[in-house]
């Protein structure tokens, strides 16, 4: 390995190391800006559905007095003492199960249940923290009115403690009703399924004609999404909330260390979202767009720790049509997996991570071609060996030529030396002797970097798809190697080392050993020695934090090169002296 291998490929590790360091340096949180008005297109609005019969409504109020704008002075509902229904109702299904509080008519808790080659454990998505997960808020003369403050009743017979257990084939409806008085209330109606990870929420005002101030009511989720992983560092960092406009403007707002909400910004708009990680709860109006949306990311002042939670939300602003929202939201809560958001809505692998755009397509064709070895063969630890060698072989002929052009500059080096010495106060001269010595002797000093060319990006892609894609989450491969998305780590230091971490990983240091002995074989120029101990180690901090997976495709890489080297070497090249 010459010296402009050796340092290109500390420049990728410089970069695989400072990429986080570098998008939060070049990529602050856009500035809010006003946002095109146009519609999506035609073709993305769903059809109104009819309206809900007369039959359905109330019958508490058989009578409907006239209506005031002002609600109870503290802008809450009447506690019914005389209920006795649940304050909690579980939903289950093969999927997750869904714990719904009347207090609000919202999340209690949501697990995703182990149902996924990436999800061998349940995992909750509902933090702690109270916020609305979701919620609606509405506005009267007085100020707003938001659902999660409300106190619910839970319509129909129950028992104290309800649960619904939901095949694939079967749906329910779970309806919370919040009374203001005696002709006047909210209705909160969720409607879930069995067969996947959405679920409809509709919110239906009653007798609140002439009471609602502004003509649109914000649909909500703030809290943003529990952490799941045991490196709460990266849910940290990949926690972002988002909202997606007309004329394809993704608005996204990441995590701050101080309070700040984003203004609200009117336009059309698709779907709002916050994700974590590796989860996602996304909202999407059925029936017609949002007009605006709004991006918030709180502080929790009580929280002490490098890594504060997760306190994003987002807001969607629905047109009213009467005293109810036009369109119930369809959520998706979830997995970031690309297939299932595609399924939900295309627009939504917009919130997937790929890198940057000349990236992205080397990460979606390595993922691809990962997926489709494991769908061959059911460890992914065996797919990124396959994969490896698969690279080794494309490679191949590019490493021969590598090794060929080195030895063909190793061989005119004494004649280059000559030359510089020779013309060292003519520079114009000494290029093009130089070039006219490449010529005649057929050499290409750029030929012995052409493999590494092609290995950057591909090394870049692969960092991205371990790194941020859910399919590697706790993929196992064998031994001690357990989580391909995450270091290998065998045992943890009792102190830091700087840009090294406080845990040994086992397979940066096989990695660093064959990147020496790589280097020591292919080495041809004595001057370089320094390079032959200072690059094994420089790799060894580097890849320490870095994904098994990444780490493991280029321990692999490496010791396949050097089965390469010693099998088919290089012609031996005769240096004469100039």
Known sequence: MDKRAILAFIFVG???YFYDDYLRLVSPPPPPRPVDTTGIGADTVTPREPARPASETPSFSAAQPAVSPHLTTDGMTTPDES????????????????????KGARFHSVELKAARRYLPDPVELVPRAGGARPGFRFWTVDGPVET????????????????????RSQQAKISFLARFDSTRALRITYAFKGSDYTFQVEAEGIGMEGVWARDYVEALWTGGLAYTEKDTSQDHYYSTAYAYFAGNILEEQGIEAKEQVQPSASGKTRWGAVRSKYFIGALLPERVEADGAWLESRLDSTYIGPFPPNRLGVGLKLPLA???????????????????????????????????????????????????LHSMIPNYGVAVVIFSILIKLIT?????????????????????????????????????EVMKLYKEEKVNPAGG?????????????????????????????????????????????PFKVPFY???????????????????????????????????????????????????????????????????FPPHKVEVKPA
């Open 83 to 102: 209920y006795q229904g649940p304050d909690l109702i579980v939903v289950e299904t093969d999927l997750a199960r869904y714990v719904l509080t009347r």
């Open 449 to 493: 970097c052409l493999p590494l060319l092609l290995q950057m990006p591909l090394l870049y892609a692969l960092f991205m798809v371990f790194r941020s894609t859910i399919e590697f989450r706790q993929a196992f491969f064998m031994l001690w190697i357990d989580d391909l998305s995450m270091p290998d780590y065998i045992f943890d230091l």
């Open 396 to 432: 191949w002929p590019l490493t021969a030529a590598q090794s060929r052009s080195m030895a063909g500059m190793q061989k005119i080096q004494p004649r280059m030396k000559a030359l510089q010495e020779k013309y060292k106060n003519d520079r114009e001269r000494l290029n093009r």
């Open 14 to 16: 410089l970069i695989l």
């Open 322 to 372: 009467g005293s109810s929202p036009a369109t119930p939201l369809r959520i998706y809560l979830g997995p970031l997996d690309d297939q299932l958001l595609k399924s939900v809505d295309p627009t939504l692998q917009k919130t997937l991570n790929w890198g940057w755009a000349i990236i992205a397509p080397f990460s979606k064709g390595i993922l691809w071609g990962l997926k489709a």
């Open 501 to 567: 971490g406080e845990a040994v990983a086992l397979l940066p240091i096989l990695m660093a050993v064959s990147t020496y002995y790589q280097s020591k074989m292919t080495m041809t120029d004595p001057n370089q020695k320094m390079l032959l101990y200072m690059m094994p180690v420089m790799m060894l901090v580097f890849f320490n934090s870095l994904p098994s997976g990444l780490t493991l495709y280029y321990t692999l890489f490496n010791v396949l090169s050097l089965l390469q080297y010693k099998f």
């Open 148 to 167: 999660g403050n409300l106190n619910f009743v839970v319509e129909g017979d129950w028992d104290a403690e309800p649960e619904l257990r939901l095949s």
